[in-house]
């Protein structure tokens, strides 16, 4: 067991950190430096990143044939639950039974294979993105940076309010901006769905 944990250690220590940290120092370089050379306001920085990881989301959602995929399981599904309304014209009980009970344990089994990749696809799509840049974010706009950039440890500040909160920090605009995107993003892609259906 020792050894396994060593192993790992090593993995871990030497490999991927090192990896990560290079990655952090690289993306810090394209897309923190330049604007911060340009003055840009942190909240307006964050936001910026916000949508530029939801379009990476989006990217990768094509990348990986998202749509065409649910489409092509939503097709074969539909066609096995009509094949499987047509064993009704069995005039044998058990037969009948027999089929039914063979073709539902297919349909199930079709059904939670699909859902186990859908979930492996929506996780690497839009959960690991969001976690890798805000784990990386929280590095580079750190209590010290904002203090130092704005004089207060927020990215945004709020008016005086009854919850008694002063601002909104980095991961707060960031999941804001993110999830507004997302949104936003659907709606485009529904409304184009929706044209190329009235074409066809």
Not at 13 to 22: A, E
Not at 64 to 88: G, T
Not at 93 to 122: G, M, P
């Amino acid at each position: 067991m020792e050894g396994l944990n060593n192993i790992l250690d090593w993995l871990y220590y030497d490999c991927i950190s090192p990896l990560f940290q290079l990655f952090g120092r690289l993306l810090s370089l394209i897309l923190i430096q330049p604007l911060v050379f340009l003055h840009m306001p942190v909240w307006l920085h964050v936001v910026f990143l916000g949508v530029l990881t939801a379009c990476f989301s989006f990217f990768l959602r094509h990348l990986l044939h998202v749509e065409q995929k649910v489409k092509h399981f939503n097709a074969l599904f539909a066609e096995k639950r009509r094949r499987q309304q047509d064993l009704q014209l069995i005039s044998d009980k058990y037969s009948r039974e027999a089929l039914y009970r063979v073709t539902d344990d297919e349909l199930n089994s079709d059904f939670n294979t699909y859902l186990a990749h859908h979930y492996a696809r929506y996780v690497t799509v839009y959960m690991l993105p969001l976690f890798l840049v805000l784990a990386w974010l929280n590095t580079v706009f750190t209590e010290t940076v904002l203090l130092s950039r704005t004089g207060h440890p927020f990215a945004v500040l709020v008016p005086a309010n009854s919850f008694g909160i002063s601002g909104l920090n980095v991961t707060s605009v960031f999941l804001i901006t993110y999830v507004l995107c997302l949104i936003a993003g659907f709606q485009v892609l529904r409304r184009r769905n929706r044209r190329c259906e009235q074409c066809e």
